[in-house]
């Protein structure tokens, strides 16, 4: 892990707030990846991230992300928090901050992606795991943490990214299929919104199982309530 990733981190703490790295990169260093970014969530509203950097780029200050660089590089963090009704089919029209981890993951479009991994002295290394995402690695199975009609009628795109999630290296991938066909086809504004985002990472336990690279960040699952 980047040490300005710590940095960033421990720099949040110190002031009294939670910290995690989050998301894709959590997966990626599971499987063995170098993630190609980093992205922190955080119990701290933006304009106290702010406050605790100084020197910051309001990436997305609507929905509660902040850009902080170190060494020519940009590093996001973002509050945790709700989101509310997704009228474009990309973002939604509101957010509401809140101070659960938890709430934060669940609102991720698969599980293998709501994982965050703590930092702290206390409990370094540890793994947020409230959905099951490492078992889904595991096993190779993709899943929701929400109803996936709910997932996939927010967002078309992440449609794509289930077949593609299904697709790449593990045709055998479970995918939920219905919730896809029931939510059509993506528009062609969202086809095009973020080109090649889908292919980041491909999904193959038999190659990549995560059983095989725990020991790369000392992991620790720990299951929320």
């Given at each position: 892990?980047p040490?300005?990733?710590?940095?960033?981190?421990?720099?949040?703490?110190?002031?009294?707030?939670?910290?995690?790295?989050?998301?894709?990169?959590?997966?990626?260093?599971?499987l063995?990846r170098?993630?190609?970014?980093?992205?922190?969530?955080?119990?701290?509203?933006?304009?106290?991230?702010?406050?605790?950097?100084?020197?910051?780029?309001?990436?997305?200050?609507?929905?509660?992300?902040?850009?902080?660089?170190?060494?020519?590089?940009?590093?996001?963090?973002?509050?945790?928090?709700?989101?509310?009704?997704?009228?474009?089919?990309?973002?939604?029209?509101?957010?509401?901050?809140?101070?659960?981890?938890r709430?934060?993951l669940?609102?991720?479009d698969?599980t293998i992606?709501?994982?965050?991994i703590?930092?702290?002295?206390?409990n370094?290394g540890t793994l947020?795991?409230?959905?099951?995402?490492?078992?889904?690695?595991?096993?190779?199975i993709?899943?929701?943490?929400?109803d996936?009609?709910?997932?996939?009628?927010?967002?078309?795109?992440?449609?794509m990214?289930?077949?593609?999630?299904?697709c790449?290296?593990?045709?055998?991938?479970?995918?939920?299929?219905?919730s896809?066909?029931?939510?059509?086809?993506?528009?062609?504004?969202n086809?095009?919104?973020r080109p090649?985002?889908?292919?980041?990472?491909?999904?193959?336990?038999?190659e990549?199982?995560?059983?095989?690279?725990?020991?790369?960040?000392?992991?620790?699952?720990?299951?929320?309530?």
């Amino acid at each position: 892990m980047p040490i300005q990733v710590e940095e960033i981190l421990g720099k949040l703490r110190e002031h009294g707030y939670e910290a995690f790295v989050v998301g894709g990169c959590v997966r990626d260093a599971i499987l063995g990846r170098i993630p190609g970014d980093w992205d922190i969530t955080t119990s701290a509203h933006p304009e106290e991230v702010k406050q605790v950097f100084g020197h910051t780029i309001d990436t997305g200050l609507q929905h509660g992300t902040v850009t902080v660089m170190r060494d020519h590089i940009g590093y996001e963090i973002t509050t945790y928090r709700i989101d509310g009704e997704y009228e474009d089919g990309r973002h939604p029209k509101e957010v509401v901050f809140t101070a659960e981890l938890r709430e934060d993951l669940r609102r991720r479009d698969f599980t293998i992606n709501a994982l965050a991994i703590s930092l702290n002295q206390e409990n370094y290394g540890t793994l947020v795991d409230p959905f099951g995402g490492l078992q889904d690695l595991e096993n190779g199975i993709l899943k929701t943490p929400l109803d996936p009609i709910i997932t996939f009628s927010d967002d078309p795109l992440r449609m794509m990214r289930a077949v593609r999630f299904a697709c790449w290296g593990n045709p055998q991938t479970p995918l939920p299929e219905r919730s896809v066909k029931r939510n059509g086809k993506p528009k062609a504004s969202n086809r095009a919104a973020r080109p090649g985002d889908a292919g980041r990472t491909g999904l193959d336990p038999a190659e990549n199982g995560p059983a095989r690279h725990k020991e790369f960040l000392g992991l620790c699952p720990e299951n929320a309530d």
